[in-house]
């Protein structure tokens, strides 16, 4: 089955800093990559996306990008804000009968 | 208008008990999931039904029994509990052919 290792597990910044996390997985076949935001005591909201036939994706502060051949993708956020602070998870999936992995988390952490 | 719902939100219970949790979709959704939260915020997939039939069920021992009386509906019985089961269950659906996942508030199960 897939196999997906997510870094860092913790992530410390001052705000305006950008912040990186990045996912690595295993099976060539995944062409859905999204990413989670959890804020402290509430649901896992997806914030952004990507699919495989796409290098990268820009939504305001945050980005994904995607690289097919080493089978990882990250997610960026710059000048980062305290109201980031939150786990965000990345997750891998295939079309059809959908069951995506997710990764373990990684707790950010915006200092003002 | 809330697009998934579970219920309770929080349950407190003693060991050996037997529990359920609700959850409800209002987004016409095929597909419902059960996830398993720990204390270390891992996303573990339990369950996955589409269209009231079982499509996953990953290890979880069989005191845990999912219960989908029809589409909208996905419940979770649990028997038996265990200290061990003490964990935040979230509930999640996904639209046919569609790929992002809309997750419940979740329920926080503490088991004494």
């Known amino acids: 089955g897939e196999n997906v290792e997510q870094h860092p597990s913790t992530l410390s910044v001052q705000e305006g800093d950008s912040a990186v996390i990045k996912c690595t997985y295993s099976d060539s076949a995944s062409n859905y990559f999204p990413w989670y935001k959890q804020e402290l005591g509430k649901r896992p909201q997806l914030i952004i996306d990507i699919r495989s036939n796409v290098g990268e994706k820009k939504d305001q502060r945050i980005a994904v990008t995607l690289n097919k051949t080493a089978k990882h993708f990250s997610l960026h956020i710059t000048e980062t804000q305290p109201e980031d602070s939150a786990v965000y998870f990345c997750?891998?999936?295939?079309?059809?009968?959908?069951?995506?992995?997710f990764g373990r988390g990684t707790s950010l952490i915006v200092h003002p | 208008d809330t697009a998934v719902s579970q219920t309770p939100k929080y349950l407190v219970t003693q060991m050996g008990n037997d529990k359920s949790i609700k959850c409800e979709q209002n987004?016409?959704?095929?597909?419902m999931y059960w996830y398993k939260q720990d204390s270390k915020k891992f996303l573990k997939i339990m369950f996955s039904?589409?269209?009231?039939?079982?499509?996953i069920n990953e290890t979880v021992p069989n005191r845990f029994s999912p219960k989908s009386p029809d589409k909208a509906h996905l419940n979770l019985h649990i028997n038996s509990l265990e200290l061990g089961d003490s964990a935040v269950y979230f509930c999640a659906s996904l639209s046919l052919g569609g790929v992002e996942q809309f997750f419940g508030p979740g329920t926080r199960l503490t088991v004494l």
């Open positions: 987004l016409g959704h095929d597909t």
């Open positions: 997750a891998v999936g295939r079309g059809g009968s959908y069951i995506p992995t």
């Open positions: 039904y589409n269209n009231k039939e079982l499509i």
